[in-house]
């Protein structure tokens, strides 16, 4: 009875895989209430797959689900690291084992007819009763599995399916992705009658020749079925035959164009969306209708973090609405195919996708590949059958633009029998496969997280294939960086066709006030946190990384030179038409003059100069911002400075006398008053709160900088002048048990209401390592939590992730400076401040203004608090406001899997100044 589960990932009782259709049959929906129990093994429990069992004493469990969301088990999260022994294609006996029983009715006219059985997603595989008769077993938890159920039903009467889901099989070798293992049944369960007649299975081609504009349409269907496209003046003619048509518009991700069209027998009729696109590599490029394809793309995981694996069809829709608000175009099915319907909208709001098959062994790299699946002729079965289901039930649609033949699964013999499968079904669109860098069975050649050298390297060789990023800018905490270094290498070589950003979505699973990640369930064994890799939160609110890559790939780029602005068109497919250009004119962050021009309609690729508004700016810092909007959304923003802000002078004039320095109050070399604003500091700090770019990868800064003591630094005052007319305190820095150091000298000067200081550092010693930041700290009362300040922004930037900071004058709260990463860490930071000002209600507080900048961090945690933190609960604020001053941060990068910052973006130890001017501001 069990042999099923180590049958080398084989399903039983399958019909042939077809497309995924939208047909007028009759179904029956079978979601909804079903009666479980969970069982500690996969042989526990008795035959309850009779029809007559009496299930009373059971639980009730919505369909679709994951068990261990409703209190069943636990979570569990590992990337690579399998779960269990290797040791295939056993499976442990503890095998949680899920029993699912669903009464349901069939209409007493469905006699006669063939009826089959459903299953969109099951976890890891099913063993399937109808009636007490056993109709098969799946194998792939991400595929689509029907069975012939007409000899079991009872049309007229009760029915009773039955299905015993098993967490672990011999299926579970083959998906060792990188996400949460929750089994079971999560995608829908449906029974569907097929008509004789009817149709089982339909193709549609519908190509586009952009030399000619015309479109090519065949549809694959049963003879003597009718096609009809009333659009396209086609009514009731004749499948399986090409018919052309004249000026057709065609489908990209920026027009997509969809044609309604039916195909019908006698008794059914199928309504498709037709896409008129062709897919080609021509001349070591991947083209879309003639032209080079650019992945701005996304890996979109299947996630809630309520729900698990099950996402609701509004919340999909609003997805995918978000990330075309941030301008991806192109989404990678990591690492399976996802839930049909996603295609559907993905047709409809236009994205390329990759369709990945559920195919995944990275655990077996840790053996050194030894009996991985993809060189064993004891899984070929499997793994076509798993190929050949991807890519039978996503055909019809536009949107995917390549089949991929899984992930990380190494190489081996296995690949070439899924690849003929793969194309024998549909010769027409390319194949990927990272693994695969010979590029012996795809068309593409694909790496992963490759540095910018790397990628540059590539792109500069004379012949190859196209090139794609399947992986990079690994989206884990703050970051990533690196983002406009990526672009500006995809636009710079044809070859580098962009790629797909790591990862959607953090899959944080919700746990009261705070979510939760790896190991928080007491998982022996575990990845910790780098499931949260994601560009939005588990809520799917974005991160500060999503408005980074919404600003880097805007397809209207607004660039800076010294001539003014210039407007680029960087769509693929469309003209400018219709993009209007929104300009302000502000004066020390305050609006001056405003108005509003039409762009010029420049085709794909072609860029013009924009005429500089002649607006009288006075002597401040003046800004030209321009915005370009289409249809009311933002695609682009660009700004140029008019005018440079006159050096703000210095306060001087007052004699240090009883430790005073005009407003400000002095001991024992620290500040600690300042017109009556009681604060401690400002004093040299080096440290920050690790970010995960800082903590993992081959060689962790984190590390480094804790070697070095860089987070336990030691102050000693060397000296304090009062002699002359500033107040001078030299300080040397250091960490315990080296003699490497930092020497601090402040210089601070005054008039009657304010205060300026002058820091100048000198690094001693061996600096070999970078520094995590340059600046000095301060802490003022909790009160003071309004924010306004005039510099970048309006959200958080650092040195290497700063596109979608514009400057201008912006208001906040402490609160709201925060950026609340599942795993707490540093975060922000407002970047090129000029001026800032805390205030408590009353307007009463503390302006800083820069000389001429620094970067600003206000929050209601030390620096302390936040690196001991793990999950944002772990914050508690306190009675004081923390600020930091920086002269600068070191960058983000992407090394939590990729390459570090750019040497441009490091913060190395050298010698640097920051002058702030500091004012205490009355109601």
């Given at each position: 009875?069990?042999?099923?589960?180590?049958?080398f990932?084989?399903?039983?009782?399958?019909?042939?895989?077809?497309?995924?259709?939208?047909?007028?049959?009759?179904?029956?929906?079978?979601?909804?209430?079903?009666?479980?129990?969970?069982?500690?093994?996969?042989?526990?429990?008795?035959?309850?797959?009779?029809?007559?069992?009496?299930d009373?004493?059971?639980?009730?469990?919505?369909?679709?689900?994951?068990?261990?969301?409703?209190?069943?088990g636990?979570?569990?999260?590992?990337n690579?690291?399998?779960?269990?022994?290797?040791?295939?294609?056993?499976?442990?006996?503890?095998?949680?084992?899920?029993d699912?029983?669903?009464?349901?009715?069939?209409?007493?006219?469905?006699?006669?007819?063939?009826?089959?059985?459903?299953?969109e997603?099951?976890?890891?595989?099913?063993?399937?009763?109808?009636n007490?008769?056993?109709?098969?077993?799946?194998?792939?938890?991400?595929?689509?599995?029907e069975?012939?159920?007409?000899?079991?039903?009872?049309?007229?009467?009760?029915?009773?399916?039955?299905?015993?889901?098993?967490?672990?099989?011999a299926?579970?070798?083959?998906?060792?992705?990188?996400?949460?293992?929750?089994?079971?049944?999560?995608?829908?369960?449906?029974?569907?009658?097929?008509?004789?007649?009817?149709?089982?299975?339909?193709?549609?081609?519908?190509?586009?020749?952009?030399a000619?504009?015309?479109?090519?349409l065949?549809?694959?269907?049963?003879?003597?079925?009718?096609?009809?496209?009333?659009?396209?003046?086609?009514?009731?003619?004749?499948?399986?035959?090409?018919?052309?048509?004249?000026?057709?518009?065609?489908?990209t991700?920026?027009?997509?164009?969809?044609?309604?069209?039916?195909?019908?027998?006698?008794?059914?009729?199928?309504?498709?969306?037709?896409?008129?696109?062709?897919?080609?590599?021509?001349?070591?490029?991947?083209?879309?209708?003639?032209?080079?394809?650019?992945?701005?793309?996304?890996?979109?995981?299947?996630?809630h973090?309520?729900?698990?694996?099950?996402?609701?069809?509004?919340?999909?829709?609003?997805?995918?609405?978000?990330?075309?608000?941030?301008?991806?175009?192109?989404?990678?099915?990591?690492?399976?195919?996802?839930?049909?319907?996603?295609?559907?909208?993905?047709?409809?709001?236009?994205?390329?996708?990759?369709?990945?098959?559920?195919?995944?062994t990275?655990?077996?790299?840790?053996?050194?590949?030894?009996?991985?699946?993809t060189?064993?002729?004891?899984?070929?079965?499997?793994?076509?059958?798993?190929?050949?289901?991807?890519?039978?039930?996503?055909?019809?649609?536009?949107?995917?633009?390549?089949?991929?033949?899984?992930?990380?699964?190494?190489?081996?013999?296995?690949?070439?029998?899924?690849?003929?499968?793969?194309?024998?079904?549909?010769?027409?669109?390319?194949?990927?496969?990272e693994?695969?860098?010979?590029?012996?069975?795809?068309?593409?050649?694909?790496?992963?997280?490759?540095?910018?050298?790397?990628?540059?390297?590539?792109?500069?060789?004379?012949?190859?294939?196209?090139?794609?990023?399947?992986?990079y800018?690994?989206?884990?905490?703050?970051?990533?960086?690196?983002?406009?270094?990526?672009?500006?290498?995809?636009?710079?070589?044809?070859?580098?066709?962009?790629?797909?950003?790591?990862?959607?979505?953090?899959?944080?699973?919700?746990?009261?006030?705070?979510?939760?990640?790896?190991?928080?369930?007491?998982?022996?064994?575990?990845?910790?946190?780098?499931?949260?890799?994601?560009?939005?939160?588990?809520?799917?609110t974005?991160?500060?990384?999503?408005?980074?890559?919404?600003?880097?790939?805007?397809?209207v780029?607004?660039?800076?030179?010294?001539?003014?602005?210039?407007?680029?068109?960087?769509?693929?497919?469309?003209?400018?038409?219709?993009?209007?250009?929104?300009?302000?004119?502000?004066?020390?962050?305050?609006?001056?003059?405003?108005?509003?021009v039409?762009?010029?309609?420049?085709?794909?690729?072609?860029?013009?100069?924009?005429?500089?508004?002649?607006?009288?700016?006075?002597?401040?810092?003046?800004?030209?911002?321009?915005?370009?909007?289409?249809?009311?959304?933002?695609v682009?923003?660009?700004?140029?400075?008019?005018?440079?802000?006159?050096?703000?002078?210095?306060?001087?004039?007052?004699?240090?006398?009883?430790?005073?320095?005009?407003?400000?109050?002095?001991?024992?070399?620290?500040?600690?008053?300042?017109?009556?604003?009681?604060?401690?500091?400002?004093?040299?700090?080096?440290?920050?709160?690790?970010?995960d770019?800082?903590?993992?990868?081959?060689?962790?800064?984190?590390?480094?900088?804790?070697?070095?003591?860089?987070?336990?630094?030691?102050?000693?005052?060397?000296?304090?002048?009062?002699?002359?007319?500033?107040?001078?305190?030299?300080?040397?820095?250091?960490?315990a048990?080296?003699?490497?150091?930092?020497?601090?000298?402040?210089?601070?000067?005054?008039?009657?209401?304010?205060?300026?200081?002058?820091?100048?550092?000198?690094?001693?010693?061996?600096?070999?390592?970078?520094?995590?930041?340059?600046?000095?700290?301060?802490?003022?009362?909790?009160?003071?939590?309004?924010?306004?300040?005039?510099?970048?922004?309006?959200?958080?930037?650092?040195?290497?992730?700063?596109?979608?900071?514009?400057?201008?004058?912006?208001?906040?709260?402490?609160?709201?400076?925060?950026?609340?990463?599942?795993?707490?860490?540093?975060?922000?930071?407002?970047?090129?401040?000029?001026?800032?000002?805390?205030?408590?209600?009353?307007?009463?507080?503390?302006?800083?203004?820069?000389?001429?900048?620094?970067?600003?961090?206000?929050?209601?945690?030390?620096?302390?608090?936040?690196?001991?933190?793990?999950?944002?609960?772990?914050?508690?604020?306190?009675?004081?406001?923390?600020?930091?001053?920086?002269?600068?941060?070191?960058?983000?990068?992407?090394?939590?899997?990729?390459?570090?910052?750019?040497?441009e973006?490091?913060?190395?130890?050298?010698?640097?100044?920051?002058?702030?001017?500091?004012?205490?501001?009355?109601?």
């Open positions: 009875m069990s042999d099923y589960l180590t049958d990932g084989r399903p039983k009782g399958t019909v042939p895989p077809r497309a995924a259709l939208h047909s007028d049959a009759p179904s029956i929906d079978l979601s909804g209430a079903w009666r479980f129990r969970l069982n500690p093994t996969a042989t526990a429990g008795d035959d309850f797959w009779a029809a007559g069992y009496d009373a004493g059971w639980d009730t469990l919505p369909v679709p689900s994951s068990w261990p969301m409703h209190g069943y636990q979570p569990a999260y590992t690579i690291t399998y779960p269990f022994p290797i040791d295939p294609p056993h499976v442990p006996t503890e095998n949680p084992t899920g699912h029983r669903r009464v349901f009715d069939v209409p007493a006219d469905w006699a006669g007819q063939r009826v089959l059985l459903r299953f997603g099951v976890d890891s595989c099913g063993r399937v009763f109808v007490g008769a056993e109709v098969g077993v799946t194998q792939g938890s991400r595929l689509t599995h069975f012939d159920v007409t000899a079991h039903l009872r049309p007229g009467a009760a029915n009773v399916l039955a299905v015993r889901v098993h967490q672990w099989s299926g579970s070798y083959l998906e060792d992705q990188d996400m949460w293992w929750l089994p079971g049944i999560f995608r829908a369960v449906t029974l569907r009658v097929r008509p004789a007649g009817g149709l089982d299975d339909v193709f549609a081609h519908a190509a586009f020749d952009h000619t504009g015309q479109g090519t065949r549809v694959d269907a049963p003879a003597g079925a009718l096609l009809s496209v009333p659009e396209l003046g086609l009514r009731d003619v004749a499948v399986n035959t090409d018919h052309v048509l004249e000026a057709v518009a065609p489908w991700p920026e027009t997509p164009t969809l044609y309604a069209a039916s195909v019908s027998t006698e008794t059914e009729t199928v309504s498709l969306r037709l896409g008129f696109r062709t897919v080609a590599v021509v001349d070591g490029l991947l083209t879309g209708n003639g032209r080079r394809i650019f992945f701005r793309g996304v890996n979109r995981h299947e996630f973090p309520d729900l698990g694996r099950v996402v609701p069809p509004d919340v999909v829709r609003a997805e995918l609405q978000l990330m075309k608000a941030h301008h991806v175009n192109a989404i990678r099915t990591s690492h399976y195919p996802p839930d049909a319907a996603l295609l559907d909208l993905c047709d409809e709001l236009g994205f390329w996708v990759i369709v990945e098959n559920d195919y995944e990275h655990g077996f790299e840790q053996n050194g590949w030894r009996d991985n699946p060189d064993d002729p004891r899984w070929t079965d499997a793994l076509v059958d798993r190929m050949r289901r991807t890519v039978e039930r996503d055909k019809n649609h536009p949107c995917v633009v390549m089949w991929s033949l899984g992930n990380e699964a190494g190489v081996g013999q296995n690949l070439g029998p899924m690849a003929e499968a793969a194309r024998a079904i549909d010769p027409d669109r390319p194949l990927h496969y693994g695969d860098w010979s590029s012996t069975h795809t068309d593409v050649y694909s790496r992963m997280y490759p540095p910018p050298d790397e990628v540059a390297e590539i792109g500069a060789a004379e012949t190859g294939l196209p090139f794609v990023l399947c992986e800018a690994h989206a884990m905490g703050n970051g990533p960086g690196l983002l406009t270094t990526y672009r500006e290498l995809f636009e710079t070589y044809p070859r580098c066709q962009g790629g797909f950003i790591w990862e959607w979505i953090d899959h944080g699973i919700r746990r009261g006030d705070h979510f939760a990640y790896g190991g928080d369930f007491g998982e022996p064994v575990h990845d910790g946190n780098f499931v949260i890799d994601g560009l939005v939160f588990p809520d799917r974005p991160s500060p990384g999503l408005t980074e890559l919404g600003a880097v790939f805007a397809p780029r607004l660039d800076a030179d010294a001539g003014g602005l210039t407007v680029r068109n960087g769509y693929d497919h469309r003209d400018l038409t219709g993009v209007t250009l929104e300009w302000t004119v502000s004066v020390d962050g305050d609006t001056v003059a405003s108005g509003q039409e762009a010029p309609a420049l085709g794909p690729g072609e860029s013009h100069p924009v005429a500089l508004p002649h607006v009288t700016h006075g002597f401040g810092e003046a800004w030209l911002t321009v915005t370009a909007r289409l249809a009311g959304a933002t682009g923003a660009g700004q140029v400075r008019l005018h440079e802000a006159a050096p703000r002078p210095r306060r001087s004039g007052r004699r240090f006398a009883r430790n005073a320095l005009g407003p400000a109050q002095f001991r024992d070399g620290d500040l600690v008053a300042l017109g009556g604003l009681a604060l401690r500091g400002p004093r040299l700090d080096l440290w920050r709160a690790p970010i770019n800082d903590i993992f990868g081959p060689d962790p800064v984190a590390d480094r900088w804790r070697a070095a003591g860089l987070h336990r630094l030691t102050h000693r005052v060397v000296d304090v002048d009062a002699s002359a007319d500033a107040y001078v305190v030299t300080s040397r820095v250091a960490p048990g080296t003699d490497r150091a930092l020497l601090a000298t402040y210089t601070w000067t005054a008039d009657d209401d304010a205060v300026t200081l002058a820091l100048h550092v000198e690094p001693t010693g061996d600096w070999a390592v970078p520094l995590p930041r340059a600046g000095v700290a301060l802490a003022v009362p909790g009160r003071l939590g309004a924010v306004e300040w005039f510099g970048g922004g309006p959200g958080e930037a650092y040195v290497d992730s700063s596109a979608a900071a514009l400057v201008g004058r912006y208001r906040s709260t402490v609160d709201g400076l925060q950026t609340p990463y599942v795993r707490p860490q540093e975060n922000g930071n407002r970047t090129r401040v000029r001026q800032a000002r805390l205030t408590d209600p009353t307007g009463a507080g503390l302006e800083i203004l820069g000389h001429p900048t620094f970067e600003l961090t206000a929050r209601r945690w030390s620096t302390a608090a936040l690196t001991a933190a793990t999950h944002t609960n772990d914050l508690v604020p306190g009675p004081d406001v923390h600020v930091h001053l920086d002269y600068g941060h070191h960058g983000l990068g992407t090394a939590a899997c990729g390459p570090p910052p750019a040497p973006a490091w913060l190395r130890a050298e010698p640097f100044d920051l002058v702030v001017t500091l004012r205490a501001v009355k109601p």
